[in-house]
């Protein structure tokens, strides 16, 4: 018999250390971009030239040309990816504010929470923006580790305030002098605050560092669950390409452009990390934001032409293609089949019922999913995704959360339209449609014109779409349906040093997954 190399005594001990159940069950690592267009993936547009790493994945794995975030603003996109539910039922209809007491509902059970129980080492890095007052935190949520951001990159200052946030010089302590609130030396609006577990490590965020702590962050949680010998789910959501864009622009290129390609280089990293038994799947949580006009994504054919000619935005924060429709790639070799293109109708909603299924875990009872179990699509035996899709109003018009708009196969119907701010500062107005305008996506994409309601086609396929309607809304109104706390107290506010007016202090660098260690961290305040 001959004798076994190093390397295969080492992979054989971490093999008989794992705990059994734990043993052939696949890793997750889920990465969410912010605010990025379906064009500013280069495997989807052409003219994209910023995005290598992401290309390589799409072409060493499956590209999903009709996926779908569950909703076109933050909190609620969120809440439905790390519940498999709509906020019509999970309760997140709207974002959650830096003052806000509540966040996602505690009797939500999150994808965190269920693969913890099934054994998984479970990591949040990035952010947050499901609360984090209380027991809303992420480490309440199922997240065995959190590093990140409570809320979006721009709720707050900074000291390196990039691209459309102004700097956030130092306040002067309370009982000082007052300071006028136009005095330009003194930013008066809360820092943002970067935590590590429940520990404010900085605050204000030095944004020009924190693609770095977010790779380091996630290197130290792979590197501990591999210790650990327990197969891990880490949920990657980034700064990029949220406003402010703290970047370095090279000669010749463009700041989006530049956030772009460190956005692309920072997944490259995250993607090494990744074993042989890892689901890697990429995606976004919503359309970019047009009114930040050169700051903002690239929407690709999704030009939602026919809000266009009526003003505003047909991008974030709409039921437009351009707010919802997001990339995303799928990557495991081996697992999910290389250089395909799946034309799918997908959804961040299905990423819950899948990883869960995948993980041999079971779904949480005395609730119903909008999400599916996609892993026949993921693995390539199946191109059959969502008959009926339903799409939220996320700010520009409507009822936030209610469902005015819904796909059923190729068509797109829409009880109601308004588009978001856009550059020029134009607003589309609400309208109301009854009956609902409908487009047919296979021959425009561009949503430019919908349907005639004289036409044999919208006849045939309007008393489908009522259907569905009517079985989706009368499928939420008889669910376990969730309502989320939205009152707001100041004191909800993220502060390591109450003493400052914008809360101003930095903890030492190290980092330390252990809560024991945590507890022991000290604040410097400056």
């Known amino acids: 018999m001959g004798t076994l190399s190093p390397l295969a005594v080492l992979l054989l001990a971490v093999l008989l250390r794992a705990p059994p159940a734990a043993q052939g069950r696949p890793s997750f690592m889920v990465i969410l971009a912010d605010d990025l267009g379906w064009g500013d993936l280069g495997a989807n547009w052409a003219q994209t030239k ?11 794995g499956t590209r999903f040309v009709d996926f779908h975030s569950a909703a076109s603003t933050c909190s609620p996109s969120r809440a439905s990816l790390l519940t498999g539910r709509l906020g019509a039922r999970n309760g997140v209809t709207h974002n959650f504010a830096i003052t806000s007491l509540g966040g996602l509902p505690l009797n939500e059970t999150t994808l965190a929470e269920v693969l913890r129980a099934a054994g998984y080492s479970t990591g949040a890095i990035g952010k947050w923006h ?84 977010y790779a380091e962050a996630a290197a130290r949680f792979v590197q501990r669950a591999s210790d650990s010998g327990r197969p891990f789910f880490l949920y990657v959501a ?38 042989p038994d890892t689901l890697l799947w990429f995606t976004g949580d919503n359309g970019p934001w047009a009114q930040k006009c050169e700051l903002a994504g690239r929407l690709g054919p999704l030009v939602g032409a026919w809000q266009r000619t009526r003003g505003g935005s047909p991008a974030k924060q709409t039921t437009w293609e351009g707010g919802h429709r997001v990339p995303a790639l799928a990557y495991w070799p081996g697992r999910v089949p ?9 959804s961040t909603l299905d990423i819950f019922p899948t990883l869960v299924a995948l993980a041999g875990a079971t779904l949480p009872p005395n609730r ?31 009822k936030d959360g209610a469902i005015e708009a819904l796909r059923l196969a190729q068509y797109k119907a829409f009880y109601t339209t308004g588009g978001a701010k856009a550059c020029d500062g134009s607003v589309g107005p609400e309208e109301r449609h009854q009956p609902p305008l409908i487009f047919n996506l296979d021959r425009d994409i561009q949503e430019q014109e919908p349907l005639d309601v004289a036409s044999a086609e919208y006849q045939a396929v309007l008393p489908a779409i009522s259907r569905a309607y009517a079985q989706a809304l009368e499928d939420i109104a008889t669910d376990n349906v969730s309502v989320a706390d939205y009152s707001r107290d100041p004191a909800a506010v993220p502060c390591c040093s109450a003493q400052h007016v914008a809360c101003r202090c930095q903890a030492p660098p190290a980092a330390s997954l252990h809560r024991s260690t945590e507890r022991r961290a000290t604040r410097l305040c400056l």
């Open 130 to 213: 499901l609360g984090h007052h209380g027991r809303h935190h992420p480490t309440s949520r199922g997240f065995d580790y959190y590093f990140g951001i409570p809320y979006s990159n721009d709720m707050g200052c900074t000291d390196t305030p990039g691209y459309n946030v102004p700097p956030c010089p130092p306040c002067p302590r309370h009982g000082a002098a007052t300071t006028s609130p136009t005095d330009k030396e003194c930013y008066r609006d809360v820092a943002l605050p970067l935590f590590e577990n429940l520990t404010i490590v900085q605050q204000p965020v030095n944004l020009s560092s924190l693609t770095e702590r």
């Open 368 to 398: 119903r999913f909008d999400g599916l179990d996609v892993s026949p699509v993921l693995f390539g035996q199946s191109d059959v995704g969502h008959e009926v899709l339903l799409h939220p109003n996320s700010g520009a018009a409507g």
């Open 338 to 346: 290389a250089a395909r293109s799946s034309r799918a109708v997908l």
């Open 50 to 60: 910023e995005t290598p790493n992401l290309d390589e994945l799409a072409a060493q």
């Open 238 to 275: 980034l700064a990029h390409m949220h406003v402010p864009l703290e970047v370095s622009v090279p000669p010749g290129s463009d700041i989006y452009g530049a956030a772009l390609r460190e956005m692309d280089a920072l997944v490259g990293r995250l993607r090494r990390l990744a074993g």
